[in-house]
Every structure is written in C-alpha cells, then in structure tokens.
C-alpha cells in the first residue's frame, strides 16, 4: 500500500524554516516565494487559513492528502492573485495619468522607485493634451513637430515646380508634406480690427473688403455685443476672401508637386555684378582674337555691346606667337553691376596688344550673381518634415512608467487588506487547495483497502476548483469595475439626478398674508 502523506491537523507557520521541509523545495522560507512571510497577519492567517481549507474538505472525518507546504502556497498564490487583480485594474484606471511619470527599476528581487500602492492618483490633463498633440500638429498649433518654411524662386514660362525635389536638394531625407503656400499677408484678425474698419469711403480694411464692413474697432465705434463663434467666422471669412480676392496666384498641390496658375511670365532676375571665380567667362567668350599679343593685360574694361552693365574690369592672358595669340585665361577682378543672362560683352580692339582685333562675351547665368525681382520673384511655403513626424511620438524614458508591466504597483502589504479582501483571499486559497488536492489524488486514483479498494474524487476536485477560481476571479473584476472612477462618477449623476427629482415631488409652501 501506497505511503500517502496526510494532514495531520496542526501547523506552524512562524516556526517553519529550512529545516522544516522533509521534501523538495527547499529553501528558507514557508512559501515559494516568501513575499508575505514576514508579515504578522499574513503569518497568523496560514495557520488558521490551512486549518479552514482543511475542515472546508473533511477533515477530520476524511482524510486530506496534503501538507503545510502546499496549504501555504495556495495562500500565497491567492493573496497575490488578489493583488494581480487590484492593480492590473489600478493600471488601467490611472495609466494615462502616471505615463511617463518617474518608474521604477529592478535588480533581482531588490525593487528601487516610488510604490502607488498607496497613493491617490489624482487625474490630470498631461497626457490628455500630450495625446492630442498630433491634432495641434496637423492644423500648426502645437505639438512636436514643427512647421518650416521654404522658398522657390519663380520661373519666367514654367508652371510646376516638384517641392520633393526641392527637399532632396536641401539635404532633407524622408521627404516632407506641404502644409501651406502663401504670399505673405496681414493677418486676417488685423484687418478685422483695423483702425480704418468702419469708417466706409474705401476705409472699411479687410473686415469691409470681405463684406463685412463696420466690424471694426475704429472711429466708426460700431461696438456690437457678437458671440465669439461670429468672429472666428469672420476671420475665416476675411482670409479666404484674401486667398481668392488678393493673392498674386492661385495653386494646386497634388503629393508635393505644385502647380501655379497663372503662369509666370516676368522676367525673374534684375541685373547684378559678374562673379569673380577664375575663369568663369572663358567658356563664355563667343569671339576670341587670334592676333593678340602674348601677354597678361590688366584692368581691361568689358563694354556692354547689350544690356545696361558697366564697370567690369578684367584680367586677361593671351597666349600664342607673335600676334597670333588667343585668349587663354580671363578673371573678373572688378564685377560691376546691371549684367544679366544674354547680355553680349566685348574687349575693344587694341586691348590685347596693337593690331588685336574685337573679342565677345555673351552671358550665361553662371557668370552673373544673380538678384531677383519681388513682384513676386519666391513664393513661400511652409512644411514639416516627414521624418521628424514619424519620430516625434517616440521618446526614450529609461525609469519611466511606460507601459503595464513597469507601473510602480507592488505586491500587496497584506498587513492593511481590510476584511472584503482578506474574505475573497480565504475563498481563492480554498479553490486552489481544491485543485492541488485533486491533482494528488490522481496519481493515487484508486485505494486498496481490505478486501476492496476506494476511487478517490480527483475529477469532482478539479471541476469545482476550475468553477469556484473563475467565479471568483469574475466576482472581483465585476467589483472593482463597479467601483472605477468611471463608474463613480456615472453613480453620482444618478444619485443627483435623482435627488432633484425627488426635491421637485415636495408640494411648495403656500404663504398667505
């Protein structure tokens, strides 16, 4: 006959020590984990807690197949189930409000930071705002992500223009997205409180200009009590009349390639001095003399056969034979000013040595330092960068609550577990102690005794362990959602909509005299 051990109705919590087990596990404490050992509750409640579970199965009159060990696991596991369940609903109730917050950090069994085990969480609108952030940064009100502005410079005749390309060009990886194209106004909100606004006589400024004339805080004194939506809807107003009304030029903007519309036709550079890199007309000499003398031939002025330029000087070196060198070498050392692309300049003949004959230059845009015109020469734009969008929501927060697993809630302090918990604790300890029993009794599934054997009740014993756990389990979760904030705050209501219809019912007092 099996040699099964079985309670024999007395324990010891508080002098169980390593010695104590007479079977694996072996360690210094109790319980497997030994979160709750040194606790005087906890330590008090094993003993009564193993000699409860014990009756609840028989005990006395039937035997139980267990040890002290195993009622003490069950009562840990369930205290701490019980724990699992009261901050994982802790978690969720308060992470808005303690994400990001200081955290906590572990190194084996030693846990360093601030516990909320016992704290008051009070609801803030930090993350709130941090969450909505991404609105603000769509409409270019807030957030993260900033909004950058940019330029093109118009072109004479081209109507498209890829700002993608724009972006690579400026060294801007990831790409960017057009937030807005302007032409740079007054803002709408000063025109609508122009100083003029009101007064008529082509002084109603942009309040007037967009239908709204004597909106204004100006001589007119036309003070009209509004609510504030009507403003909003007047500012409104007033920039799109502006966009329609007042803009230079309208747009199209499909995936960051911009069309403008009409199509610029002005001629988008003024004349500017000539660039002094050595050697920058040599490509741009048309007609080069080829009986100069060989020399270098200083402060030579270029004479503007087109165009209005004056004032270049320039150094020229001709190499060859005898009068019948060319020209090898040409540096500006005096720019000038007033040239432009096309504009043909010439050497005089004589310059480069008696006999020599004319030489041309006809301009390119490389040999002139650019200016343009602002009628307008740019149009602006503003964007954000695709990149720093994707990346402005990740933040690195080392020691930082930032998900379930690192809120700073801890194992409960047994200690302080009022008598609803400690009642569910008992409860829970008797369904595992249940389910540990059930699976003792499954390896010994039948008994011999004299002249028969017994079946022991292993399936019944999971069965009621598996249904009590879960009831349980739902039981707590069904409180504590009925005691959220949430909740709270739905049960207020109730009760103060309530009490004014109750206070409605009493008849009022009629006075007479």
């Known amino acids: 006959m099996a040699n099964i051990p079985i309670y024999s109705g007395s324990v010891d919590f508080t002098a169980a020590s390593a010695s104590f087990y007479s079977a694996p596990p072996t360690g210094s404490s109790p319980t497997p984990f030994g979160f709750y050992d040194g606790e005087v509750d906890f330590k008090t409640d094993a003993d009564k807690v193993t000699d409860f579970c014990a009756r609840r199965l028989g005990y006395p009159i039937e035997n139980v197949e267990l040890q002290d060990i195993q009622f003490w696991a069950s009562f840990e596991e369930a205290v701490t189930v019980y724990g699992n369940e009261l901050y994982a609903f802790k978690v969720r109730d308060n992470l808005l409000t303690i994400e990001g917050t200081t955290g906590t950090s572990v190194s084996g069994s030693s846990i360093s930071g601030s516990s909320l085990n016992e704290s008051t969480i009070t609801p803030s609108f930090a993350n709130i705002v941090r969450l909505s952030q991404q ?129 610029p036709t002005w001629q988008n550079y003024i004349a500017g001095a000539l660039v002094t890199t050595t050697d920058s007309l040599l490509p741009s000499i048309g007609t080069n003399p080829t009986d100069c003398e060989p020399a270098t031939y200083n402060k030579i002025p270029l004479v503007s056969t087109t165009g209005t330029g004056s004032g270049a000087e320039v150094t020229v070196i001709c190499s060859g034979g005898a009068g019948a060198a060319t020209i090898t070498s040409i540096t500006v050392t005096t720019p000038g000013g007033g040239y432009k692309e096309g504009d043909i300049l010439t050497i005089s003949a004589g310059k480069l040595g008696a006999g020599s004959s004319l030489a041309t230059i006809t301009l390119v845009a490389d040999d002139v330092e650019t200016a343009y015109l602002g009628s307008p020469a740019k149009l602006w734009f503003r964007y954000i960068s695709l ?14 609550t930032t998900n379930e697993s690192n809120a700073p809630y801890y194992n409960p302090d047994y200690n302080k577990i ?96």
């Open 387 to 400: 990149d720093e969008r994707l990346n402005s929501g990740i933040k690195a927060t080392p020691f930082k």
């Open 418 to 513: 009022n008598s609803i918990g400690r009642s569910w604790i008992f409860e829970y300890t008797l369904a595992t102690v249940k389910e540990t029993l059930g699976y003792v009794r499954g390896k010994y599934a039948t008994v011999p005794i004299p002249g028969a054997e017994v079946t022991l009740n292993q399936s019944d014993l999971l069965s009621a362990a598996t249904a009590e756990k879960a009831a349980l389990i739902e039981r707590l979760r069904k409180y504590l959602n009925e005691t959220s904030r949430q909740s709270l705050l739905e049960r207020r209501q109730a009760e103060s909509v309530a009490r004014v219809a109750e206070i409605n019912n009493v008849p009022m007092t009629i006075f007479i005299g």
């Open 135 to 263: 609105f603000a940064e769509e409409a270019g009100t807030g957030g993260n992500v900033d909004w950058l502005s940019g330029s093109i410079n118009l072109t004479s005749g081209v109507q498209d223009y890829d700002l993608a390309q724009w972006a690579l060009d400026q060294n801007i990886t990831g790409g960017i997205e057009i937030k807005q194209v302007y032409y740079e106004e007054i803002p709408a909100v000063s025109e609508m409180y122009s100083p003029w606004a009101g007064m008529g006589g082509g002084f109603g400024g942009g309040a007037a200009a967009a239908g709204f004339a004597g909106l204004g805080y100006g001589p007119g004194m036309n003070f009209l009590l509004m609510p504030l939506s009507f403003d909003m809807q007047t500012i409104q107003a007033i920039e799109m009349s502006n966009q329609v009304r007042l803009s230079n030029y309208t747009f199209q903007l499909i995936n960051n390639k911009l069309r403008i519309f009409p199509i």
